[in-house]
């Protein structure tokens, strides 16, 4: 078996090794090594990469067996002495965001009688599912201060293989999986936790904690947190977000969220108005055709506008064949009046079938664009009736 130097030393980042063994790993090249600093993927935490005789770690997995294989990018030599380093910036993080989880859910269970079921480190993002339905968001936010707190209090971590007895009078937070060897991680004297990964050896080096979201999943709630270097990006990026925004409003960066209710209040009221005037508009569009009969006619304007005036026009009796034309084609609306014959949707597909275009209706109404210019279009609809 291979020899996990990380239980030692999680913060040991350069190491010397023999390989064992060559193997392959879902058709790639992989290492068995008599030793190793890098963690194989489990426990919801990833696993390490880095390098291997100058050759890339492109993963740590542990086979069901107990094995370690790093998955490489080119073969190397059984028997051949070789030298490990890991990507140090991604195992750092690794290390503070599966401390934070156990910190977390911790915290989770303490504040909101909210066991933890299972853990996700991923690369996209870190999650924790609880066995609780709708948490308050009063109860998640006491875990998340909680959780700050004990960062601040910078406790000591501690990664161990108890006796027996030692063992036997811990409180754990959770059952181990395992029946022997029992590796236990400490956060000072709060959380009690059985597991093989990497940690921090002190709660600061976490910095802060945040949960980004709560949601419904399988009957629990799945938490989403950030820590550490990643917790740090993401306020960052957020921060240059958020300047950005006050600069494009003038004001201060925490003034933004009112500027922003000052503008939808602007936007709602112009859109009030907007729908206003098109109504008027389309009111006197409407009257300004004369006689009674059906209308065929273009008109300058937006779809909406076309089916203000289409809908008065079938409101005084009159069908309604209108279209808005430009350069690149013309947006079509055809609405039928009470009592008519006309087939609005027929009558689109025989358009379509002259111009190429989109859309389509019943046939009571019908609309679309065609896209090619239209030269005349009462003529184009004299030439289809």
Known sequence: MTKRLYHDDAYLRRFDATIVAMTTIKDRPAVVLDQTAFYPEAGGQLGDRGTLGGIAVLDTQEQDDGTIVHVVAAALEAGARVSGELDWARRRQHMAQHTAQHLLSGTLLDRAQ???????????????????????????????????????????????FPAPDELAALKLRRDPKVTADIRIVAIGDFDFSPCGGTHCTRTSQLGAIHITGAERYKGMTRVTFTAARRGRTELFAHDHVLRALGTQFSCAPTDVPAAID???????????????????????????????????????????????VAAKLVAAGRDALLAALDDTG??????????????????????????????????DRAEGRLGSPIADWPALIAELS
């Open 114 to 160: 909210a066991p933890t079921a299972s853990a996700r480190l991923g690369e996209s993002a870190l999650t924790i599912d609880v066995a609780r339905d709708r948490i308050p968001e009063a109860e998640l936010a006491a875990a998340e201060a909680l959780a700050n707190d004990l960062i601040d209090d910078d406790l000591a971590i501690r990664a161990w």
């Open 262 to 308: 000052k503008l939808k209040q602007t936007t709602t009221a112009g859109a009030t108005e907007l729908t206003a005037l098109r109504n008027r508009l389309a009111t006197l569009v409407a009257q300004s055709f004369p006689g009674t009969g059906p209308v065929i006619a273009t008109i300058p304007g937006d779809p909406e506008l076309l089916r203000s």
């Open 330 to 363: 013309a947006t079509i609306v055809l609405f039928r009046a009470a009592g008519s014959t006309l087939d609005c949707g027929a009558l689109f597909k025989q358009l379509t079938a002259r111009v190429p275009g989109r859309g389509g209706g019943r046939a």
